[in-house]
T-cell receptor, first 112, second 109 residues
Framework: DGGITQSPKYLFRKEGQNVTLSCEQN?????MYWYRQDPGQGLRLIYY???????QKGDIAEGYSVSREKKESFPLTVTSAQKNPTAFYLC???????????FGPGTRLTVT | GEDVEQSLFLSVREGDSSVINCTYT??????LYWYKQEPGAGLQLLTY?????DMKQDQRLTVLLNKKDKHLSLRIADTQTGDSAIYFC?????????FGSGTKLNVKP
């Protein structure tokens, strides 16, 4: 079964702690993305990576960091510098030469 | 970022057609997309249309694109209760995608 997995589905953290969200894909896609979704809003791009060992900031990268050491994995760290980290985080991937993105099931992060 | 606008809610009766509308601003987008999101889930790609087309049909789904007015619509024929979800319009090229805020479709039995 090919697809994108995100774990865990729900994550709870105390304010001031860093937390890492997992995203894995077995679609052999080159590009991967992280989005944030807030209630009643569209998706906003945090970071994206077109190739291993390379990534670019999206529109709201402040307070987040990523790595892309393997083609199939693109973890997102939400740092304590992110002022409003509670949100639904979505990972996506895209095949080279194709325009459409495919999404994982999401991780809901709650920081108290 | 670019602006993608959608109305927030649409309510229809089961068996009727639903039409969800979207306006966008970036005329350079190569493709425009419709995604469906069910509660607590990720986005499911429903369909997409190349920017030089004006219509695409895929089973119960019909996408209409008016490039002059930068208007995109999704028509769902014979709407079912299982179609109740949030529908997102998006535009983009490769690494820059812009999403609307979503239209919540409520299908009444």
């Amino acid at each position: 079964d090919g697809g994108i997995t995100q774990s865990p589905k729900y994550l709870f953290r105390k304010e001031g702690q860093n937390v890492t969200l997992s995203c894995e894909q077995n679609l052999n896609h080159d590009a991967m993305y992280w989005y944030r979704q807030d209630p009643g809003q569209g998706l906003r791009l945090i970071y994206y990576s077109q190739i291993v060992n390379d990534f670019q900031k999206g529109d709201i990268a402040e307070g987040y960091s990523v790595s892309r050491e393997k083609k199939e994995s693109f973890p997102l760290t939400v740092t304590s510098a992110q002022k409003n980290p509670t949100a639904f985080y979505l990972c996506a991937s895209r095949d080279r030469g194709r325009y459409e993105q495919y999404f994982g099931p999401g991780t809901r992060l709650t920081v108290t | 970022g670019e602006d993608v606008e959608q109305s927030l809610f649409l309510s229809v009766r089961e068996g009727d057609s639903s039409v969800i509308n979207c306006t966008y601003t970036d005329s350079s987008s190569t493709y425009l997309y419709w995604y469906k999101q069910e509660p607590g889930a990720g986005l499911q790609l429903l369909t997409y249309i190349f920017s030089n087309m004006d219509m695409k049909q895929d089973q119960r789904l019909t996408v209409l694109l008016n490039k002059k007015d930068k208007h995109l619509s999704l028509r769902i024929a014979d709407t079912q209760t299982g179609d109740s979800a949030i529908y997102f319009c998006a535009e983009g090229n490769f690494n820059k995608f812009y999403f609307g805020s979503g239209t919540k479709l409520n299908v009444k039995p």
